[in-house]
Nanobody, 119 residues
Framework: QVQLVESGGGLVQAGGSLRLSCAAS????????MGWFRQAPGKEREFVVG????????YYADSVKGRFTASRDNAKNTLYLQMNSLKPEDTATYYC????????????WGQGTQVTVSS
């Protein structure tokens, strides 16, 4: 099975940018359809973006469309989330997750990385 480790979170001012990474080990990333999720304190976990095995197509939540871009480098076994024009409401713990096919359940999760956007 695959192990996932996120990195790249931090504190940024509103309007700023961050790029999150999700490094996979144990199995090749190309075996999985991937997703990014986030969870803010006191709120349920929400879907941010899904990305197919090849990197296209991608599916974004309306709240991040036009600001966030997901990509993957299967040769490096790494998934990315470029986040631009960040807003305070983007503050959350961000998780990457893997599933074996689009439409299936995300069975594998990283430990999360914290993103805090100050106003």
């Amino acid at each position: 099975q695959v192990q996932l480790v996120e990195s790249g979170g931090g504190l940024v001012q509103a309007g700023g940018s961050l790029r999150l990474s999700c490094a996979a080990s144990g199995r090749t990333l190309s075996s999985y359809s991937m997703g990014w999720f986030r969870q803010a304190p006191g709120k349920e976990r929400e879907f941010v973006v899904g990305i197919s095995r090849s990197g296209s197509p991608t599916y974004y939540a309306d709240s991040v469309k036009g600001r966030f871009t997901a990509s993957r480098d299967n040769a490096k076994n790494t998934l990315y989330l470029q986040m631009n024009s960040l807003k305070p409401e983007d503050t959350a713990t961000y998780y990457c997750a893997a599933r074996t096919y689009i439409g299936g359940s995300f069975a594998y999760w990283g430990q999360g990385t914290q993103v805090t956007v100050s106003s």
